[in-house]
Each structure stands twice: as C-alpha cells, then as structure tokens.
C-alpha cells in the first residue's frame, strides 16, 4: 500500500523523497530481527537447560528463578538456570521488539506512531508492574 513519495527536507538544504514503502521496510526489518533473535536465543536458552537435564545437571524447578539467581545457576551449569533464562528472554522478546519499534518509527519521523507504540509500551510496563505487585 504505496502512498507515493513523502518530500522531507534534508539538514543540508537540498530535497530528497522517501517514499512510504522504503520507511516501513526498515521499521519491518527491525521488527522481524528483533522477534527472530529473542525466539532464537530463548530457544537455545532453553536447548541448552534441557541438555544439562539429560546430563544430571539439575531439571525443572517449581519456580522460574529471577534473573540474578538465574544467571548465576547458569553460570555454574546449573539447568534450572538456563530454563529461568530462556524463559526471561523470550518474555522479554515483544518488550524489546516495541522499544525497536520505537525507535525506528522516531528515526522515520513517524510521530504519530512513535506516540501509538510508547503508549503500547507504557501498557506493558505497566501490567508488569501491576502484576509483580
């Protein structure tokens, strides 16, 4: 859904046009890398704990561990570790994925989804505050 050119006028004084596509594109790459990369270490996070199970490492715990103790179970080669870890990755993925988005729509220039997606985020935020409570 081309929208024709956008006429933005760049800091040196001369003209340049942007279309709509070449913005979003680049708001799609980050978007999709983003995603990519958080399910892909997530995963490996997990592959990784799964592995130390098989090899008496340790297993699943009740409780997922915090980040703190999470780390330094991995550190040690400890399961439970890597399964905190995984976990506190691929939860954190989509609060990453809406930072990025945010800073590609600013350096698009797309205020009015740059305002869209940091109330997004604020939502977020928000109910992990809420819910920690």
Known sequence: MDEGPIDREPADGGSHEITHEALHG???RVV???LTAGVVAGMAL???GLGL???GRGGLTATSLRAGPALH???HLRAAGFFSLGLLVLILTPFVRVVGSVVAFAVAREWR???VTSAVLV???ASIIVGSA
């Open 53 to 55: 199970t098989l090899a």
């Open 123 to 125: 939502v977020m935020v």
């Open 26 to 28: 680049g708001i799609d």
């Open 113 to 115: 989804f740059v305002a």
């Open 32 to 34: 999709r890398w983003t």
């Open 46 to 48: 997990l592959g990784i």
């Open 73 to 75: 179970a991995a550190v």
